[in-house]
C-alpha cells in the first residue's frame, strides 16, 4: 500500500520561507516514479505546483511558482521536498503530493496521479 505523509505546512508572513516534506513508503526503494506537489486554496480548484521525475531528477514548474520554489527528492529517504521562498499571500493553500508512474506527459493532470497525501495546510499573511 503506498502512502503519503505531508509534512511541513505553518502560517508565515509574506515574503517568508517554508519547507514541505512528503513521506513515501509501499513502493520499492529506487523505483522511478514521478511525483508532484498540488495546492487547494479555499474556494478554488487544486492546481499543480511542481513536479519532479525521481529517474533523472527533471524539474518542473507552473509559472506563478517558478524562481520561488524548489522541488527536490531524496532517494534515500524516499522524500520528496518543496522548499518555497518569498511566499505571497495567494500562495495560501492546501498542499498535497501525489505520484504517478512518469511526468513524460500530461503531467499536470490530478486524475492521472494514483496516490495523494492528506495534505499540509499553508497561510502566508500579508
Known amino acids: 500500500q503506498v502512502q503519503l505523509v505531508e509534512s511541513g505546512g505553518g502560517s508565515v508572513q509574506a515574503g517568508g520561507s517554508l519547507r514541505l516534506s512528503c513521506a513515501a513508503s509501499g513502493y520499492p526503494y529506487g523505483s522511478i516514479r514521478c511525483m508532484g506537489w498540488f495546492r487547494q486554496a479555499p474556494g478554488k480548484e487544486r492546481e499543480a505546483v511542481a513536479a519532479?521525475?525521481?529517474?533523472?531528477?527533471?524539474?518542473y514548474y507552473v509559472d506563478s511558482v517558478k524562481g520561488r520554489f524548489t522541488i527536490s527528492h531524496d532517494r534515500t529517504k524516499n522524500t520528496l521536498y518543496l522548499q518555497m521562498i518569498s511566499l505571497k499571500p495567494e500562495d495560501t493553500a492546501m498542499y498535497y503530493c501525489?505520484?504517478?508512474?512518469?511526468?513524460?506527459?500530461?503531467?499536470?493532470?490530478?486524475?492521472?496521479?494514483?496516490?495523494w497525501g492528506q495534505g499540509t495546510q499553508v497561510t502566508v499573511s500579508s
Open positions: 501525489a505520484t504517478r508512474a512518469s511526468c513524460w506527459a500530461g503531467r499536470w493532470s490530478q486524475s492521472t496521479y494514483e496516490y
Open positions: 519532479i521525475s525521481t529517474g533523472d531528477r527533471s524539474t
